[in-house]
């Protein structure tokens, strides 16, 4: 009787070992694979520009001694130099208020000859007649330099330019009290990019 416990104990260890070895074995053979990989490279990411300029830079519109019915007429180009889309807005911003709202400024784009006389013959008009400027904060006079989006912002595409034609008169209906007055006026020309940015 205990030979045959012995005989059924072995043969149970002898299962056991062989289920181990075969298990073992298996168990090699599932490490055994084969691999590859493949790397995508040259993931090169750059930013664009947004770069305005004007041309003139300076001494857009002036005019020394008006009298009452006097005018200036001049073309100012404006270019997007960057690689992006880009929109923008003006601001005008004057020394002083008492000439700077007698003076009626006019912006139209798509005026064929910018002169005082080709003024009035085409073109569209995107500001006024309104006041030339304002003391701080200025009068935007051509869209809005607020981000985003806002009505009568201008859009230039890359390497894209426009000619704008400014127009100031001083009325014939001025008054004496505005003699010997002086006022200057910035125009800030305010861009951003187009792209994500409604």
């Not at 009787?1 to 599932?30: E, N, Q, T, W, Y």
């Not at 009290?177 to 187009?194: D, K, P």
Request: aromatic fraction near 6%.
């Amino acid at each position: 009787m205990r030979d045959l416990s012995r005989k059924h104990l072995s043969r149970i260890l002898f299962v056991l070992l062989v289920i181990g070895v075969v298990g073992a074995s298996l168990g090699v053979a599932s490490n055994a694979i084969w691999t590859d990989s493949q790397n995508v490279d040259a993931n090169v990411f750059s930013t664009g520009t947004i770069d305005i300029s004007t041309n003139p830079t300076t001494a857009l519109v002036t005019f020394s001694g008006m009298a009452p019915g006097d005018q200036v007429t001049n073309p100012i180009t404006v270019t997007n130099a960057g690689s992006l889309q880009l929109r923008y807005a003006v601001t005008s911003t004057t020394t002083e208020n008492t000439l700077a709202a007698q003076l009626d400024m006019t912006i139209k784009t798509g005026v064929t000859t910018c002169t005082n006389a080709g003024f009035g013959v085409d073109g569209t008009v995107i500001y006024g007649a309104g006041d030339l400027g304002s003391t701080t904060p200025g009068i935007n006079v051509i869209g809005n330099p607020a981000q985003g989006f806002q009505a009568g912002d201008r859009t230039l595409n890359a390497s894209a330019n426009e000619i704008l034609c400014f127009h100031v008169l001083l009325p014939g209906t001025t008054g004496n009290s505005f003699q010997g007055l002086t006022t200057t006026a910035t125009f800030a020309f305010a861009a951003e990019q187009t792209n994500s940015n409604p």
